[in-house]
């Protein structure tokens, strides 16, 4: 595969960032990491074994962004306001930065996919932002990050403000009003893949009930088994890209 390193200073950010591309052309896929876990595991795990085929033949470019989660939703000694504050900048980060370095014009939008943590923030930002994506693809993903079980905490320790509720999905498509707003959701192809044994299988369950309220059209795909692995992912690439 035709591989790409770039890394630069974030002014949004005010800290070096690094990604990965893969592929020589296609559509941009942003591809957001697991809990924690930086640009590169992606390869390293050979996750992107299973569309690289697709990646060879120029259907997609697969865009490997490192993670700040460990100054956002995992920074235990900040205050739970700036962790999302943090998060905010991160997301500016993506669209200012990360998607005008990638978007050859070539394009008219984005794909956002990601793993576990990765898949909260793909569905996430493609939610708040659907003009800017064709399609999301959320793998293993919770998309409520005050949302408890087993060992997953509220992310945010209790705390609650209205950055918190517009940035977890299963939060604000409850309420969502806003018609414009809906169209676009209903033009974005959503597919969500989770183990029926995943501890997060009741947060996607209710997500898509609320997309399906909003005449939101998606695709829940229920795998075997937890599911939460690299080797799952894998073939999840494979079936849904």
């Known amino acids: 595969m035709h591989r790409e390193y770039h890394k630069w200073h974030s002014p949004s950010l005010d800290r070096e960032m690094e990604l990965l591309i893969f592929g020589h052309a296609g ?6 990491p697991t809990r924690c876990a930086r640009f590169y595991d992606y390869e390293n795990w050979q ?11 120029g ?11 460990v100054e956002s939703f995992y920074c235990y000694w900040c205050r739970p306001e700036s962790r ?20 050859r014009g070539d394009n008219s939008s984005f794909i956002s996919a990601g793993c576990s943590m990765g898949a909260f923030h793909a569905v996430n930002i493609a939610f708040k932002y659907p003009h800017l994506f064709r399609k999301v693809v959320g793998m ?25 509720y517009f940035n977890m999905p299963s939060q604000y498509i409850a309420n969502l009003d806003d018609k414009e707003l809906i169209n676009r959701l ?26 399906a309220e909003k005449e939101i059209g998606h695709s829940l795909y229920l795998w075997e ?17």
């Open 27 to 32: 559509i941009p896929v942003l591809f957001f």
């Open 47 to 57: 996750v992107l074994e299973g569309a690289k085929g697709k990646i060879n033949d």
């Open 59 to 69: 259907i997609y470019r697969f865009i490997c962004l490192d993670s700040v989660d």
């Open 84 to 103: 999302i504050q943090r998060h905010l900048l991160y997301e500016k980060y993506i669209i200012d930065e990360v998607m005008p370095l990638v978007n």
């Open 140 to 164: 293993s993903g919770r998309y409520d990050l005050c949302y408890e079980i087993g060992n997953f905490k509220n992310l945010f320790e209790g705390y609650w403000d209205e950055n918190i």
């Open 186 to 211: 209903q033009q974005l192809e959503i597919v969500l893949a989770m183990g029926k044994e995943d501890l997060f299988l009741e947060n996607n369950l209710l997500l898509s009930s609320l997309m």
């Open 225 to 241: 088994g937890e599911a939460h692995k690299p080797r799952h992912w894998r073939q999840m690439l494979g079936l849904y890209f």
